[in-house]
Structures are given as structure tokens and as C-alpha cells.
């Protein structure tokens, strides 16, 4: 017999969309999992969008508050898809009325935040999901495979790359995300942390990091109304951008490996040029998120001109099987999202964690901090 969970949205940009999509599709892609979520409510401030919201996906109710979400006994699990200084606000209020909560990263603003949140998920006994994504891409979870088996030898170094242009252009409004109280520590929070917990991910616990930062677009327009996603402005009153632009970070792991880690947010010609390099004593492991389906790998005996070749993820990688039948069919960004809805619905009907965690929300949120004191003073900093 399946259960009906009541599920609320709060906050619906674009990344509350692509949770209430998900929700719709998991039962077709997992139908053995026991759970059926249902669309209750959706609470968002900005007013008539969660009106037109419940019209188009068919929540049930809506709401302008997000305590009234807290308080409804209709919803058993949330998505807290608001901005980040609201994360930790909303994620501490809804473990503390008995929600299960999937939360997009980073969690917050700071590691103090990501553990508050951390801590009433423990102590309510509920289950909590954090959104990163890019590790559910069975490309990734092969590569993750193939390293802990020792196909490609011992690693030795792995670079991580986040490149896009979303904030490239200069009259991009000046939105929370640019604001050091609302949006933390700008790229580090929005890409940065992806690239900490694929570096995880794969290669297991960072010990100490060395960064460098910079703010490339020091000014930009205030909005003059309501904005979603990466609007321009023009004609609004100029601010200054509060966080940064772009991180290089160089990273030592518990293995002894060594990594570098990069991200922007205004390189002009990359769109979502996401990906890493991981290389080890007898091979390496290539993976790019435009062409998400494919690994390549490289193995063998040879060491030098070792040939790369390229695998087609298929049924038996992964969470591949429960999208596509046969290797070489592609799979989207929102496809990686149903299977984090898959894994937060399995670790509420299971009582056990799936997925990633808030402690990794914790883990990849101490890295960020230690990056941004890295920054300021120009010294390693350890993680141990």
C-alpha cells in the first residue's frame, strides 16, 4: 500500500519549480518507493506567484508566510527553496515541528548556520536532504566507483571546475544573491559548494585549503521590482556588490591527494562549464556536466601515452536505469533532481539517510568559511 506525504514548497523561484516538478515525476521513475508526495501548499512572499503557482501544478493551498506552512498538519515534508538567509531561519522551525525538510544548498550563510539546521534535523528526529545535485549524475557515481576500487591507482591530484555567466552581464540587477547578508559569500555559497561536495564526493574529507577571491563587477543596478533568476536592471539606483565574483582554491585531502578548485560566476563564454579531472597513479577519470552522460576514462598498465576512452553511462550506473533503458540517452539537470526527491522520500519511508545530508551541508560549509579566512589573511587554514 503506498502512502500519501504531504509536501509544501517555500519559496518558488525557479528552483521551487524544479522541486514541484520532481515531486510530480518520482512516482514514475521509482514507483516501488512507498511514498506518494502530494502537493498541499506553496508559501512565497511575492505576491500572486504562489496563486499562479498552485494553478499551474495543483497545490492544494497557498500561503504569503511560511509559518503557516510550520504550523499546517497537512504537511509532513518541505522544500526550502528560498534564499539563503532564510535557510536556517526556516530549516530550524520546520525539524522543529516535526517536518522532514529538503534544503537546497548552501544551507545559510555560514558552517554556524548549516549546523544549526543540522542539529534540529538530529535532535526532531526528522530526515533532511541538502540539494547537491550534481553528485546523483551516474556518470559521477561511476567515477566515484572507479576510484574507491583503485581502478586508476592511487589518486594523486583532481581539479574542479564551476564556470558560468549568469552574473556576467553588467546591468544584472543587484538581487539578494549580491548582498553579503542575504546571499553569504556569492560564489563560494552558489558554486563554490557544488565543487566542495563533488570533491567529497569523490576523493573523501579536505584537511586544508589555501584560497583567493576577487570582485570583477564592483557595481550594479538596484531592481525596481519583484526578480526572478538572473534579471537585468537598468535605470535603478547603482549598489555595491558585497561578495565575491570568483574563488581559486587550492586543496590538500586526508589521502594525500592534492586538488584545485575554481569557480566564477562572470565568465563571459561559459555557460554551466561544470566538470573535473581526477588523476591518479595508473589512470584518470574526465567528467564534463554539458555532455553529463559520458565518462572519460583512462586505465591500463601503460602510464605514458595511455589512451582515454569514452563510456555511455547506462543501466547499470547509477540511478540511470530509472530514466533511460539503454546506454547513450541523455538525461537533464532536473532528471538529477528526481533523484534527490527519490533519495529524500526514501530516507523519510526508510528512517535512514539517503542522499546528501545536512552534515554534508556542515562539511562543505566549513570549507567555504575557511575559504573566505583564507582569503583575508593569505594563509592555509586546516579544516582538521
Known sequence: MVDTLGVAVVGFGWMGRVHTQAYARVAHHYPGLGLRPELVTVAEEVPGRAEEAAARFGFASTARDWRE??????????????????????????????????????????????????????TSGVQGTVGFNYRNAPAVAHARELIASGEIGAVTHVRVR????????????????????????????????????????????????????????????????????????????????ENEDYVNCLLRFASGARGVLEACRVSVGEQNNYGFEVHGTRGAVFWDFRRMGELGVSRGDSYQDQPVSTLYVGPGHGDYGAFQPGAASSMGYDDLKVVEAQHFLRSIAEGTAHGATLEDAVRSAAALDAMSRSAESGAWVSLA
Open 162 to 241: 564551476l564556470f558560468s555567466d549568469y552574473a556576467a552581464h553588467p546591468l544584472g540587477a543587484l538581487t539578494w544573491r549580491y548582498e553579503r547578508e542575504r546571499g553569504g559569500s556569492g560564489v563560494l555559497g552558489d558554486l563554490a559548494s557544488h565543487g566542495v561536495d563533488l570533491a567529497r564526493f569523490l576523493l573523501g574529507e579536505i584537511t586544508a585549503l589555501a584560497a583567493d577571491t576577487a570582485v570583477f563587477i564592483p557595481e550594479r543596478a538596484r531592481p525596481t521590482g519583484a526578480t526572478a533568476g538572473h534579471a537585468l536592471a537598468a535605470g535603478g539606483e547603482p549598489g555595491p556588490v
Open 69 to 122: 506552512v510550520a504550523a499546517d498538519p497537512r504537511v509532513r515534508a518541505v522544500s526550502i527553496t528560498a534564499p539563503n538567509f532564510l535557510h536556517r531561519e526556516i530549516g530550524v522551525a520546520m525539524a522543529e515541528a516535526g517536518k522532514h525538510i529538503w534544503i537546497e544548498k548552501p544551507v545559510g550563510l555560514t558552517a554556524e548556520d548549516a549546523r544549526a539546521v543540522a542539529d534540529a534535523v538530529a
